[in-house]
């Protein structure tokens, strides 16, 4: 597998330093915004610009905008429900997995130090799945169209075969 790239949304340039290093030793690389966006419209657009595999999302980044890192993560499903998303927050968030889906995952900020091998390992696996997910889309959207122009190659041929 290429080398995975996250974009890591987060307010403080300390926490920042810290995950970018701790997730380097798994091989996993943090891309980080040195200024969050004013609004969540634009955070879409930025995953597709950076190309990224996952997101790890601060819960609080209310050093730099107003908006909370939950509200990011809902912006984001809006158009991609398969990159897979980390949720760091400092509390317990009851409905979080009511809310989201199997490719969302919430962890306590204050246990990212000592668990960070299990959520590189998280990470990889879930960026592995929606791979081969998107490959297998691929393969039935290209059968798709292979089965679409065999039939209209066959009404061509019989409206040929009836003309002669």
Do not use: W
Request: with cysteine.
């Amino acid at each position: 597998m290429d080398e995975l790239i996250g974009l890591f949304i987060e307010d403080e340039a300390a926490n920042v330093d810290i995950y970018t290093r701790l997730f380097a030793l798994e091989g996993l690389k943090l891309d980080c915004l040195d200024k969050l966006p004013l609004t969540v419209d634009s955070y879409y657009d930025i995953i597709l610009e950076k190309n990224v595999d996952f997101l790890i999302i601060d819960f609080h980044l209310e050093k730099q905008v107003t908006y909370k890192g939950i509200d990011v993560l809902r912006e984001i499903r809006k158009h991609d429900s398969t990159i897979y998303a980390v949720l760091l927050t400092n509390y317990e968030l009851d409905d979080f997995a009511d809310q989201f889906g199997d490719y969302d995952y919430e962890l306590q900020k204050s246990e990212i130090t000592s668990r960070y091998k299990d959520v590189a390992e998280k990470i990889k696996r879930a960026c592995g799945l929606r791979k081969e997910n998107l490959m297998y889309r691929a393969v039935e959207i290209k059968q798709q169209q292979d089965t679409e122009t065999i039939r209209l190659l066959q009404e061509i041929s019989s409206k040929l075969d009836e003309k002669k």
